[in-house]
């Protein structure tokens, strides 16, 4: 099992710029979230679904967009870029909701 | 949300036991504690939990307190690749049924040989 791929490791687009965050996991995971993460911060819930066609809003969903159209992939959209989103952006699985979840590499985003 | 308190910074020996506290005083009595650690910006990556008694795996034991208020991590023989950021967490329900891990800002443990 590779486990929480993301995709781009790293990424930098200027102000209004659109972009997709990739992520998937190969463990047959119901739940899948992302979370963002400050610089001294801890993590902070985005979006998160309990399967596919299911998504519900976090703590920060403003300025983010996201899909489940299959178990595996659970993308995340940046539709105009700021820069106040410039952060570490994670995505997690787990089997149900109450196991534990487990994080993906990571993509680092810089917006100008 | 329960919020959780740590010190922002520990030091520790190598092969001794390292033990990273915890302030949770306002759980709730149906939310668990967990511990993640993140290494060089990696992702987080799962230690251990616990809702009330004591926990143990291969990598580290958890001790809550009775009234639930703070609980202890501890690693028994610390080696220098666990120099890491460790988070106290509680996992919070949702009124969706979703299940969200509120983290704070960590315990930066630092192990020296």
């Not at chain 1, 963002?36 to 679904?49: A, F, N």
């Not at chain 1, 519900?56 to 983010?64: A, L, R, S, T, W």
């Not at chain 2, 308190?5 to 949770?24: F, K, V, Y």
């Not at chain 2, 910006?41 to 307190?65: F, R, W």
């Given at each position: 099992?590779?486990g929480?791929?993301?995709?781009?490791?790293?990424?930098?687009?200027k102000?209004g710029?659109?972009?997709?965050?990739?992520c998937?996991q190969?463990m047959?995971?119901e739940?899948m979230s992302?979370?963002?993460q400050d610089?001294g911060m801890g993590?902070r819930?985005?979006?998160?679904?309990?399967g596919?066609?299911?998504?519900?809003?976090g703590?920060?969903?403003?300025?983010?967009?996201?899909?489940?159209?299959?178990?595996?992939?659970?993308p995340?959209?940046?539709?105009?870029?700021?820069?106040?989103?410039?952060?570490?952006?994670?995505?997690?699985s787990?089997t149900?909701?109450?196991e534990?979840q487990?994080?993906g590499?990571?993509?680092?985003?810089?917006?100008? | 949300?329960a919020?959780t308190?740590?010190?922002?910074?520990?030091?520790?020996?190598?092969g001794?036991?390292?033990n990273l506290p915890?302030?949770?005083s306002?759980?709730?009595?149906?939310?668990?504690v967990y511990?993640y650690?993140?290494?060089?910006?990696q992702?987080?990556q799962?230690?251990?939990?616990?809702?009330?008694n004591?926990?143990?795996?291969?990598?580290?034991s958890?001790?809550i307190?009775e009234?639930?208020?703070s609980s202890?991590l501890?690693l028994?023989?610390?080696?220098l690749?666990?120099?890491?950021?460790?988070?106290?967490?509680?996992r919070?329900?949702m009124?969706t049924?979703f299940?969200?891990?509120v983290?704070g800002?960590g315990t930066?443990?630092?192990?020296s040989p």
């Amino acid at each position: 099992n590779a486990g929480v791929t993301q995709t781009p490791k790293f990424q930098v687009l200027k102000t209004g710029q659109s972009m997709t965050l990739q992520c998937a996991q190969d463990m047959n995971h119901e739940y899948m979230s992302w979370y963002r993460q400050d610089p001294g911060m801890g993590l902070r819930l985005i979006h998160y679904s309990v399967g596919a066609g299911i998504t519900d809003q976090g703590e920060v969903p403003n300025g983010y967009n996201v899909s489940r159209s299959t178990t595996e992939d659970f993308p995340l959209r940046l539709l105009s870029a700021a820069p106040s989103q410039t952060s570490v952006y994670f995505c997690a699985s787990s089997t149900s909701v109450l196991e534990t979840q487990y994080f993906g590499p990571g993509t680092r985003l810089l917006v100008l | 949300d329960a919020k959780t308190t740590q010190p922002t910074s520990m030091d520790c020996a190598e092969g001794r036991a390292a033990n990273l506290p915890c302030n949770h005083s306002t759980i709730s009595g149906n939310e668990y504690v967990y511990w993640y650690r993140q290494i060089h910006s990696q992702g987080p990556q799962y230690i251990i939990h616990g809702l009330k008694n004591n926990e143990t795996n291969e990598m580290a034991s958890l001790i809550i307190t009775e009234d639930r208020k703070s609980s202890t991590l501890i690693l028994p023989h610390a080696t220098l690749r666990d120099t890491a950021v460790y988070y106290c967490i509680v996992r919070v329900g949702m009124n969706t049924g979703f299940q969200k891990l509120v983290f704070g800002t960590g315990t930066r443990l630092l192990v020296s040989p």
